[in-house]
């Protein structure tokens, strides 16, 4: 989901699946969470990299930053098994799941750097689909296993929107338009924007005699749970844009005044910091990307690398992801539990990503 939409849609979308087929709201809210953050690399069709870093194809940062997450991405599930365990107050045998756990952080990670060699804006997407069905066909039991029916029945609507965002990319990704002289061109190939037409498609197919009572409906319904969230998400967007100047200003000067060791240290904690005020890895970089002016040319890419992965796991401690997930859980969380859970899954990646990066200087 984050290969296709991004922006905090992803715990938003899953959260109450989780919720509707049993487990514990405190659940449902922490983990999509927590999951959203190596698919973040490449966000929504590579988001973060166009437009956070202007990276359009497969480069050195983009080789350096799947190799960094190798590790994090490996370790996932066996975090998301012990955050499971404590949500739901069951008892994990280690010694009979890790082959299972650990087939699954390959089944993820074997398509997502494969990917990424060809492209930018496909790693999640394809990781997502090719892990998912490596992970049933291989371990799970056979008497387990969903008919060929349900699967088309739950899928057929994700692979349809991939289908359209591939020739929605063919279709516009050359034309531009501009609001005015002094704001930047903007690509017209938006996924938010085939993510809007494909769910009208299928609405309209679903509910062909009462679309319209229906779409009013839903849109109703949407516009009063997200009303004080989109408030909150907004005030957050304005208070970033106030600070963004002086902030990055600071950072450059912080990032100047330490040796080389320390900056790869402070790097992705800056990129934590973006997208915890801003809500966006996407952001993040923007925000943040001009102190890199400060490292040596030769590490550049190494340090973008990490800058850019803080981004991405941010997202799981991102004050507008939380309270986005939170208006649609039935349930009074508190945002302190929430980060109870995420912040120390945070910090554990970052330094799984710093540990990688010594080791890849080396």
């Avoid at 984050?2 to 487990?23: N, Q, R």
């Avoid at 990276?55 to 998301?80: D, K, R």
């Avoid at 981004?311 to 969380?333: E, H, R, T």
């Avoid at 945070?346 to 010594?358: E, G, R």
Wanted: proline share 5%; net charge positive; hydrophobic share 55%.
């Amino acid at each position: 989901m984050e290969g296709i939409a991004g922006f905090g849609i992803p715990a938003l979308l899953i959260a109450p699946l989780m919720l509707t087929v049993g487990f514990k709201p405190m659940t449902a809210v922490v983990l999509p969470l927590v999951a959203n953050t190596t698919a973040v690399l490449f966000g929504a069709l590579g988001t973060p990299l166009r437009i956070g870093l202007g990276i359009f194809q497969p480069s050195e940062v983009v080789t350096i930053t799947t190799i960094l997450n190798a590790l994090p991405a490996l370790v996932m599930p066996f975090i998301l098994t012990y955050i499971l365990s404590k949500t739901e107050q069951l008892k994990i045998s280690w010694k009979k799941e890790w082959k299972m756990l650990l087939g699954a952080g390959v089944c993820f990670y074997v398509p997502f750097a494969i990917t990424a060699m060809f492209s930018i804006e496909f790693p999640s997407v394809v990781s997502g689909i090719a892990g998912l069905l490596c992970f049933v066909f291989v371990f799970i039991p056979k008497n387990k296993k969903i008919a060929g029916r349900i699967w088309w029945n739950t899928f057929s609507p994700y692979l349809f929107l991939i289908v359209l965002l591939i020739l929605w990319k063919f279709a516009t990704q050359n034309i531009h338009f501009s609001l005015s002289a002094d704001i930047k061109d903007v690509s017209f190939y938006q996924p938010g924007i085939v993510f809007i037409i494909a769910s009208l498609i299928i609405l309209f197919f679903l509910n062909k005699k009462n679309f319209g009572i229906e779409l009013y409906t839903l849109i109703k319904d949407v516009v009063y749970r997200i009303r004080i969230p989109a408030i909150t998400i907004l005030l957050l967007i304005g208070f970033t844009q106030l600070i963004a100047k002086s902030l990055s200003e600071h950072v450059s000067s912080l990032t100047a005044s330490m040796n080389q060791s320390w900056q790869m240290v402070f790097q992705p904690i800056i990129g934590i910091f973006g997208s915890f005020i801003t809500g966006s890895a996407t952001m993040s970089n923007l925000l943040f990307a001009g102190s890199l002016s400060t490292v040596a040319l030769a590490q550049q890419p190494l340090f973008t690398a990490l800058l850019h992965t803080g981004g991405a796991i941010g997202n799981a401690i991102s004050l507008q992801n939380i309270v986005m997930v939170k208006s649609i859980i039935p349930d009074n969380i508190s945002e302190a539990s929430v980060f109870k859970f995420n912040l120390p899954v945070v910090l554990l990646y970052a330094v799984l990503v710093v540990i990688s990066a010594f080791v890849f200087m080396k």
